[in-house]
């Protein structure tokens, strides 16, 4: 099925330790974006990208880098585990930069940072 | 900069009344509005959107949304709940010259059979 697909669904991580989180779609979206939710502050945006080698921060990058190298991943890495990002990670795609389609979104990954 | 604000966290309904999640926003220029559902251990789906024309819109599932300029909100409401209805709700707003998307901070709507 088309859409957007993130690996893994569950993550447990020691302080200090590094990992990524994949995110793939088969759309051709030229828009992809990774949010964090936590318990009462919604989605908040942490990068995105607007096309293969553009990426731009969003409101809460601290600790996190992305690339796109590809129109269809968009990893987003954690350089040193931090128990405050312990958090549900979600990637969105869409067509449109206005939004026009609204988004896709993933299942979601949860992390835990001990 | 635009903001959204959904004032109540979390919405206890019984089963088959009427229901109003409020939503309400604030931006210096023209926005897309939308609301998304997010089922239980789910991402977030697309649930209506208003780009123009109708003030009123609908969504498959009973739930519609009217944009209200004057009062810059954009509220969901539908007649009639059901168990299935239980998720949380976010409303969003993206300006239509820039590309990010801007999430409320979501309604819980639990409904009571």
């Known amino acids: 099925n088309a859409g957007v697909t993130q690996t893994p669904k569950f993550q447990v991580l020691k302080t200090g330790q590094s990992m990524t989180l994949q995110c793939a779609q088969d759309?051709?979206?030229?828009?992809m974006s990774w949010y964090r939710q936590d318990p009462g502050m919604g989605l908040r945006l942490i990068h995105y990208s607007v096309g293969a080698g553009i990426t731009d921060q969003g409101e809460v990058p601290n600790g996190y880098n992305v690339s796109r190298s590809t129109t269809e991943d968009f990893p987003l890495r954690l350089l040193s585990a931090a128990p405050s990002q312990t958090s549900v990670y979600f990637c969105?795609?869409?067509?449109?930069?206005?939004?026009?389609?609204?988004?896709?979104f993933g299942s979601g990954t949860r992390l835990t940072v001990v | 900069a635009q903001s959204v604000t959904q004032l109540d966290s979390q919405v206890p309904v019984f089963e088959e009344a009427p229901v109003e999640l409020r939503c309400n926003y604030s931006?210096?220029?023209?926005?897309?509005l939308f609301w998304y559902v997010q089922y239980p251990n789910q991402g977030l789906q697309l649930l209506l959107k208003y780009l123009s024309g109708s003030t009123l819109v609908e969504s498959i599932n009973g739930f519609e949304a009217e944009f209200n300029k004057s009062q810059t909100s954009f509220h969901l409401r539908k007649p009639s709940v059901h168990i299935s209805d239980t998720a949380e709700y976010f409303c969003?707003?993206?300006?239509?010259?820039?590309?990010?998307?801007?999430f409320g901070t979501g309604t819980r709507l639990t409904i009571i059979p």
């Open positions: 759309m051709n979206h030229e828009y």
């Open positions: 969003a707003v993206n300006p239509r010259a820039r590309e990010k998307l801007t």
């Open positions: 931006s210096s220029v023209s926005v897309y």
């Open positions: 969105a795609s869409s067509y449109a930069k206005s939004g026009l389609y609204g988004y896709t």
